[in-house]
């Protein structure tokens, strides 16, 4: 399995606070994702990275921001949670044509 | 943007061949890609296929591309009860190789 770590695994927080959700990878891969899984909808790309400070918007990025300031670490955050915001998260990496996926974030916000 | 559909449930018997069917709208994709999930847990890649390719097997997976309709299928062959999972289908686009998911597929195998 690729070795890709994402913190916290669980968490509920309240409407309006900020988040910070962790992705640690100790692949040493170029490229870093975010996505968000929603009934219905499958997996959403939020933001993406394709090296250290330099990131792009996925489809659902409005809300989030991202950052990448070591080749290992993608954080997204989520600067005043929202209810809609509740999902699970997925982080992903890739180097070539292969992309793996984290164990993923369970997010609540009440 | 790309747009990918799949069909939402299917259910075969133990033993019986499983077909997970597939469409997208970008002709561009380069790549597709079929994954795995199981309850609670995170997606695990199966396969893929590169755009120019018609079919990919690999052991009991094989991946059918229709490039002119867009249409790409999953068979599984001999499904075990371990192979009950939502099964995603992806499509690549961008420099960054960014997928579009399809909303899923539940396989449910029956003993």
């Known amino acids: 399995d690729a070795g890709i770590t994402q913190s916290p695994r669980h968490k509920v927080t309240e409407t309006g606070t900020p988040v910070t959700l962790r992705c640690h990878q100790t692949?040493?891969?170029?490229?870093m994702y975010w996505y968000r899984q929603d009934p219905g909808h499958g997996l959403r790309l939020i933001h993406y990275?394709?090296?250290?400070?330099?990131?792009d918007k996925g489809e659902v990025s409005d809300g989030y921001s991202v950052s990448r300031s070591k080749t290992e670490d993608f954080l997204l955050t989520l600067e005043s949670a929202t209810s809609s915001q509740t999902s699970v998260y997925f982080c992903?990496?890739?180097?070539?044509?292969?992309?793996?996926f984290g164990p993923g974030t369970r997010l609540t916000v009440t | 943007g790309e747009d990918v559909e799949q069909s939402l449930f299917l259910s075969v018997r133990e033993g019986d061949s499983s077909v997970i069917n597939c469409t997208y709208t970008d002709s561009s994709s380069t790549y597709l890609y079929w994954y795995k999930q199981e309850p609670g847990a995170g997606l695990q890649l199966l396969t893929y296929?590169?755009?120019?390719?018609d079919m990919k097997q690999d052991q009991r997976l094989t991946v059918l591309l229709n490039k002119k309709d867009k249409h790409l299928s999953l068979r599984i062959a001999d499904t075990q009860t371990g192979d009950s999972a939502i099964y995603f289908c992806?499509?690549?686009?961008?420099?960054?190789?960014?997928?579009?998911f399809g909303s899923g597929t539940q396989l449910t195998v029956l003993p």
């Open positions: 692949e040493n891969h170029r490229y």
């Open positions: 296929i590169f755009s120019n390719m």
């Open positions: 990275s394709y090296g250290v400070k330099d990131t």
């Open positions: 992806a499509a690549s686009s961008g420099s960054a190789r960014q997928l579009t």
């Open positions: 992903a990496i890739s180097e070539q044509i292969e992309q793996y």
